[in-house]
């Protein structure tokens, strides 16, 4: 196995505990409900919402404990494609880092907008995160 590269340092509360939980990403376009996700399976609104795409822009990460007790870290970040602004790049790469880094990929996509090309186009990038 391909050894990842460090994505970041172990949280304060993480190097105390000694404990490793999976990395879990959410992937997808600007405006598909990545941070809305993200607030929901953390329990609070740590990421913000707003309907303007190109709102998130920094990776934001938060441990998420189910009702089994299993816990895992989950990640939400900017939109892949984003709004063609100087931030893109930086936004890209941050997208890519979580990607490389993490255990699980979650790709989400916009139900009522339906498939589109930039969703299409993800879809084809998300092999070669898969591939390690």
Same mark, same amino acid.
């Given at each position: 196995?391909?050894?990842?590269?460090? %994505?970041? $340092? $172990?949280? $304060?509360?993480?190097?105390?505990? &000694?404990? @490793?939980? !999976?990395?879990?990403?959410?992937?997808?376009?600007?405006?598909?409900?990545? @941070? #809305?996700?993200?607030?929901?399976?953390?329990?609070?609104?740590?990421? /913000? #919402?707003? !309907?303007?795409?190109?709102?998130?822009?920094?990776? /934001?990460?938060?441990?998420?404990?189910?009702?089994? &007790?299993?816990?895992?870290?989950?990640?939400?970040?900017?939109?892949?494609?984003? #709004?063609? =602004?100087?931030? =893109?790049?930086?936004?890209?790469?941050?997208?890519?880092?979580?990607?490389?880094?993490? =255990? %699980? /990929? /979650?790709?989400?996509?916009? &139900?009522?907008? &339906? %498939?589109?090309?930039?969703?299409?186009?993800?879809?084809?990038?998300?092999?070669?995160?898969? @591939?390690?």
């Amino acid at each position: 196995m391909a050894k990842r590269r460090r %994505l970041k $340092p $172990p949280s $304060p509360k993480i190097r105390q505990l &000694g404990v @490793s939980y !999976p990395f879990v990403a959410l992937v997808g376009r600007p405006n598909v409900g990545k @941070s #809305t996700l993200f607030n929901r399976l953390v329990g609070q609104r740590v990421a /913000i #919402t707003e !309907p303007t795409a190109g709102t998130t822009r920094d990776r /934001i990460a938060a441990l998420v404990e189910l009702e089994d &007790g299993r816990t895992f870290e989950l990640c939400d970040m900017g939109g892949v494609g984003g #709004t063609g =602004d100087a931030f =893109d790049k930086n936004v890209n790469v941050q997208v890519d880092l979580a990607t490389e880094y993490a =255990d %699980l /990929i /979650i790709f989400l996509v916009d &139900g009522r907008a &339906g %498939l589109t090309p930039l969703d299409e186009k993800i879809g084809r990038r998300l092999p070669s995160f898969c @591939s390690r």
